[in-house]
């Protein structure tokens, strides 16, 4: 294993946005699977909240990236991305090969040692979902489309 500190993120230096994340993290609530509906159809997902000295974020692993986790495991997570929900950053995972139960080695504070803090999203808007597609509607009265010309 790489040495935990070199080119790894803290969860304090977390921004939305970014991209090909790489943390060690100690798992503070491995959180439930679960099923969600998006718009591409039902997905599996499962929150956990993970945490280093600098503070703590939600994980969220999605399908293929799902591992049996535990309170108080280190876990090597790559080729992550944020996002922001509801104000806060969030991390999310895809792909089985990128979260790892690493061995303890004793760089990580304790469960009960890492801060409140979580990254925020200060000035960025919230997430909207995206515009459907423009239907076009016929008038009742004139039969044709709205913004058609008279000729």
């Known amino acids: 294993m790489e040495n935990m500190s070199e080119g790894r993120l803290k969860v304090a230096e977390l921004k939305p946005g970014m991209e090909k994340v790489s943390i060690f993290v ?3 609530d491995p959180g439930e699977v679960k099923k969600i509906s998006t718009r591409a159809g039902e997905r599996t997902i499962r929150e956990a909240i993970v945490g280093d000295e600098s503070g703590r974020v939600k994980l969220v692993m999605w399908g293929k990236s799902i591992r049996t986790l535990s309170r108080g ?8 991305w944020t996002t922001v929900f509801k104000g806060k950053v969030q991390l999310n995972v895809g792909g089985s090969e990128n979260v790892k139960v690493v061995e303890d080695l004793g760089k990580l504070p304790s469960v009960d040692e890492v801060p ?20 076009q509607r016929r ?6 489309s709205r913004g058609e010309e008279f000729e």
Do not use: M, Q, Y
């Open 26 to 28: 100690r798992v503070i």
């Open 73 to 80: 495991d280190v876990i090597e997570v790559s080729g992550a």
């Open 116 to 135: 409140e803090e979580e990254p925020r999203a200060e000035g960025v808007p919230p997430r909207r979902p995206k515009r459907r597609e423009f239907r």
């Open 139 to 144: 008038s009742r009265f004139t039969g044709r």
